[in-house]
T-cell receptor, first 113, second 116 residues
Framework: GQSLEQPSEVTAVEGAIVQINCTYQ??????LSWYQQHDGGAPTFLSY????GLEETGRFSSFLSRSDSYGYLLLQELQMKDSASYFC??????????????FGSGTRLQVQP | GAVVSQHPSWVICKSGTSVKIECRSLDFQATTMFWYRQFPKQSLMLMAT?????????EQGVEKDKFLINHASLTLSTLTVTSAHPEDSSFYICSARDGTGVFEAFFGQGTRLTVV
């Protein structure tokens, strides 16, 4: 099976940088994804890492170390609208189209003025 | 990105009744869709994998007779919560991939079910 651990809450101020960590245990690894979910909304895709290293997408970056079964999401120049829950996720076994996502417990980010 | 539409966005029903939730892929065909359930301030938990033209695959602990899934076409999957009880109140979300983006999953808007 798969399991992922994340901190439950993080608080930061506008303009700051915050890092959300994720450690995972999987029987097979097919990449680590990150999703953002605002209260009452659906998750939206942020980033994906299949290989070690840093992926940058605007203010958001994601890092992966497969040897450490560890990744993080880095949010820069925080804005109030970034207040949301952030989930790391891994894909289950099976062929590509049938692999469901297993989500971490989620990290609630609160951005303060 | 691809669009997944879920309907209704919220529903209130009485205990003992059934509720149907629809999930449509609007601009792509999805042979596989996924149904998740999310309780307040918790993570998304996979309930079942919906396969077009065949039976759904349910996760351990999810009652297939209570949560009926039908995936009759390449663009529509439905989840019916039968004989709903207050403990079924939750946020139900469907997801699909368009087959081109290997890693990205697209989610419906979610359905907030309240059973009274």
């Amino acid at each position: 099976g798969q399991s992922l651990e994340q901190p439950s809450e993080v608080t930061a101020v506008e303009g700051a940088i915050v890092q959300i960590n994720c450690t995972y245990q999987t029987s097979g690894f097919y990449g680590l994804s990150w999703y953002q979910q605002h209260d009452g909304g659906a998750p939206t895709f942020l980033s994906y890492n299949a290989l070690d290293g840093l992926e940058e997408t605007g203010r958001f970056s994601s890092f992966l170390s497969r040897s450490d079964s560890y990744g993080y999401l880095l949010l820069q120049e925080l804005q109030m609208k970034d207040s949301a829950s952030y989930f790391c996720a891994v894909r289950g076994p099976g062929d590509t189209g049938r692999r469901a996502l297993t989500f971490g417990s989620g990290t609630r980010l609160q951005v303060q003025p | 990105g691809a669009v997944v539409s879920q309907h209704p966005s919220w529903v209130i029903c009485k205990s003992g009744t059934s509720v149907k939730i629809e999930c449509r892929s609007l601009d792509f065909q999805a042979t596989t869709m996924f149904w998740y359930r999310q309780f307040p301030k918790q993570s998304l938990m996979l309930m079942a994998t919906s396969n077009e033209g065949s039976k759904a695959t349910y996760e351990q602990g999810v009652e297939k007779d209570k949560f009926l899934i039908n995936h009759a076409s390449l663009t529509l999957s439905t989840l019916t919560v039968t004989s709903a009880h207050p403990e079924d109140s939750s946020f139900y979300i469907c997801s699909a991939r368009d087959g081109t983006g290997v890693f990205e999953a697209f989610f419906g808007q979610g359905t907030r079910l309240t059973v009274v």
